[in-house]
């Protein structure tokens, strides 16, 4: 009698064990999940503020340098062309472009030191490069946040928790080729120079 | 690294508890001086008492204690928009919510730190020099540094314990300041007035005084010192954390490089908070330390890079298996943030002698990291 007792007692113990467990790998991949896709939103926010800075940048830059029409069309181009994507690879292909495109007229209006000198060019650059900034680290903060979701979804036993209530994977956001936030490291030791500055 | 994290939020409290000691011990000691028999009975329960009061108004009003002591004022946040937006931006590196108010220390030294109020409310505070004198990417590197020791839960910690180690010194020194008045008189007398009885008895006087007046006059420093201990380590996780959020070591190491060769001066209470102790102080790990894990960093492998500083950094986990942040992919380490500087002087690139180029800010001096020559 007593060693049935012992035995149900210790399997019930054991169940509510397991139940625990699963309790909190299911919330933690609840979290995890909710993460990455917070992380996900947040790089919108930060691509259409860069979006929104363009036409004040495209104008500023015009007022000094109206004969660089091209380049200033194709970042045009590239914005609008951005803003039309529907699907998910479409849109980080032409967010890719647009960030080409916003480096090359960086680099044109290095050569004019009027349009330099102008307070609401600068204030504009620095806008720029914040924006730039926050989509880099908010894109780093979403691929680290799969990241981790990933391992937790994949690594036993979670994988067994994850697989039963269908926890899909994540896109990680990877760089195009061409991308400005591609370029290696600045510090180079002999040989040539790799500085690359975007 | 995050587990190491964990441990210095337990180590906190027991640190926390250790300065409480010292407080009940330096009330207990100066009053024992004082009023001599009296020191259990009153010195004691008014050390507690002290440190009960002080952890509580330490807890809500020690940020901005310290603050004042440092001439922080709050900044304007148009004035200074290139600190809000790296703040906001690494925000987002960081996955932090609350963006800390900022503030300004009129000063052309270079230093941070950061604060943690009531309501987990935080606060950076900068001085002027770092605002002007530095690149924007540096300027980057050390508010990642502060915002670390922020996510760490250094900070919350740190300005608990800055304001407690300074009622130890306040304690302590009332207690030789009544030693140095008139109540002296009647110390010097009582000690060996008694003592004057049989031999065994007094030697233990003898031994008792020394050991209050070693605790009177020991009690700051050694909460000073206590600081080492607990500090230094943390002042390398929050250089790998800003080092995870930014991705940008060279920033950093320039820094610092920066921060070494320019001599400033500040109040010792602030120390344990400060980026970086220019001159010798025993709150930070050497500045030279620092500087060589940085530059032992950039010249290996990006795989291999973090794990061999880290290595290097907690020389206490050797041999030991190491964690390293689970979100730091090789393909990561690649991403780079575009850095253009914008609004800020434009550095020059120089090539040292050994190969390595560096960027020097125009009018300052630079000594190469890889091979220490100077560059100007």
Known sequence: MVAVIAGVGFLAVVALLALAGLVLVYNALVRMRNQVRNGWSQIDVQLKRRADLIPNLVSTVQGYAGHESETLEKVIQARNHAGNQKSTEGRMEAEGLLSQALVNLMAVSERYPELKADQNFRELQEELTSTENRIAFSRQFYNDSVMNYHNLRESFPSNIVAGAFSFQEEPLWRLAEGDAAYTAPVVAFGGASSAQRG | ?376
């Open chain 2, 1 to 376: 690294m995050f587990e190491q994290v964990r441990r210095n939020r337990r180590a906190s409290q027991g640190f926390v508890l250790v300065l409480g000691l010292l407080l009940v011990l330096a009330a207990g000691a100066a009053v024992e001086l004082v009023l001599p028999g009296s020191g259990a009975i009153l010195g004691l329960p008014l050390g507690a008492v002290a440190f009960a009061f002080y952890a509580y108004r330490a807890r809500r009003h020690g940020d901005a204690w310290l603050r004042d002591l440092a001439g922080a004022l709050p900044a304007d946040a148009v004035a200074e928009k290139t600190l809000s937006n790296i703040v906001e931006e690494l925000m987002l590196a960081f996955g932090m919510s609350e963006v800390p108010d900022l503030y300004v220390i009129e000063d052309q030294g270079l230093n941070a730190f950061a604060t943690e109020g009531p309501r987990g409310k935080s606060a950076l505070v900068v001085t002027r020099g770092l605002l002007k004198s530095v690149s924007r990417s540096e300027l980057q590197a050390a508010v990642a540094h502060e915002l670390a020791h922020i996510k760490h839960g250094d900070t919350r910690f740190l300005t608990l314990a800055c304001a407690l180690a300074s009622a130890v010194t306040l304690v302590a020194s009332l207690g030789k300041h009544g030693l140095r008045s008139g109540v002296r008189t009647e110390a010097r007398v009582a000690f060996p007035g008694r003592v004057r009885g049989s031999g065994n008895a007094g030697a233990l006087m003898y031994l008792k005084l020394a050991v209050l007046l070693l605790v009177l006059y020991g009690a700051s420093r050694l909460a000073r010192l206590l600081f080492h201990g607990i500090s230094a380590e943390r002042e390398y996780l929050a250089d790998a954390g800003a080092i995870i959020a930014t991705r940008d070591p060279e920033a950093l190491l320039a820094l610092l490089l920066r921060v070494e060769s320019t001599p400033s001066a500040y109040p010792s209470g602030l120390m344990p908070l400060m980026l970086a102790a220019p001159n010798f102080d025993v709150t930070h790990p050497p500045l030279r330390r620092r500087i060589q894990i940085l530059s032992d960093l950039l010249r290996l492998p990006p795989s291999a890079e973090l794990q061999t500083a880290y290595a290097t950094a907690y020389r206490r986990n050797r041999g030991r298996t190491m964690r390293l942040a689970p979100a730091t992919p090789p393909v990561e380490l690649a991403f780079r943030s575009p850095r253009t500087d914008a609004g800020l002087d434009d550095p020059a690139r120089k090539r040292c002698g050994c190969g390595l180029e560096c960027e020097v800010m125009p009018g300052a001096a630079l000594r190469c990291p890889h091979c220490r020559a100077s560059l100007t």
